[in-house]
């Protein structure tokens, strides 16, 4: 038997007409923004589906303006989030894609670029009642919703390397309630996300990268 929670049945607590096109979208960028180090210079947002369509009417490109700024859906500030942007100096771009259609119809690739010049790309799907899910991190395709505390890994895919991240976080008392990995194909790079109920510290993350065949780690609390 399937359950509804009475949080389906409401909604999120958000600014803007539309759950899945305004709340969804925004927590897909503020979920992106966790995860790109450095100082935020230029993005932009490619949508397709609905997004294409609906997006200026639903409030969707500010909804997801404000979240890469770090805006929750119930912010206000979400309303004026292009103004806010432009003040920041924060570079951005809408690219409507109505081409492809093999995508969740309210989906949204995110290219993130850093004043260091370090770029990321994700791929997010807004699922309606504001729930949302990652499905590709620089086009490896992966499945994060970002509900709990999590630790992304970013690796070559070689032995011995999902066993040194499980030792770390054993050593820290860190409780692994998913562990998943994802790969572009046998032995290049590849993606492990770990997440737990607990708080993760920060000094995992270089105890994780002391290892030659990891790249890069992303430590993405929940709140």
Do not use: W
Request: negative net charge; charged residues 25%; aromatic residues 6%.
């Amino acid at each position: 038997m399937s359950f509804i929670s009475v949080f389906d049945v409401l909604g999120p607590n958000m600014v803007g007409p539309s759950s899945s096109h305004t709340a969804g979208a925004c927590a897909i960028a503020y979920l992106a923004q966790k995860m790109k180090s450095g100082n935020l210079k230029r993005v932009e947002f490619t949508l397709y589906g609905s997004f294409a369509k609906t997006y200026h009417g639903h409030g969707t490109d500010r909804a997801l303006l404000g979240g890469i700024m770090g805006f929750t859906t119930d912010d206000i500030r979400i309303r004026d989030s292009q103004q806010i942007a432009r003040e920041r100096g924060l570079d951005f771009e809408f690219i409507v894609d109505t081409a492809e259609s093999d995508v969740h119809p309210n989906t949204v690739d995110i290219r993130m670029i850093s004043d260091d010049g370090s770029e990321m790309t994700v791929r997010g799907e807004s699922l309606g009642g504001g729930k949302m899910r990652l499905t590709q991190i620089d086009h490896v395709s992966v499945d994060f919703t970002g509900e709990y505390n999590a630790v992304i890994v970013i690796q070559r895919d070689r032995p011995g390397v999902a066993a040194h991240i499980t030792r770390v976080l054993s050593e820290h008392g860190v409780n692994i309630a998913f562990m998943r990995i994802f790969r572009e194909s046998k032995g290049e790079k590849a993606y492990t996300i770990v997440e737990s109920d607990n708080q993760l510290p920060e000094e995992i993350k270089n105890q994780l990268l002391n290892n030659p065949n990891v790249e890069n780690v992303m430590i993405v609390h929940n709140q």
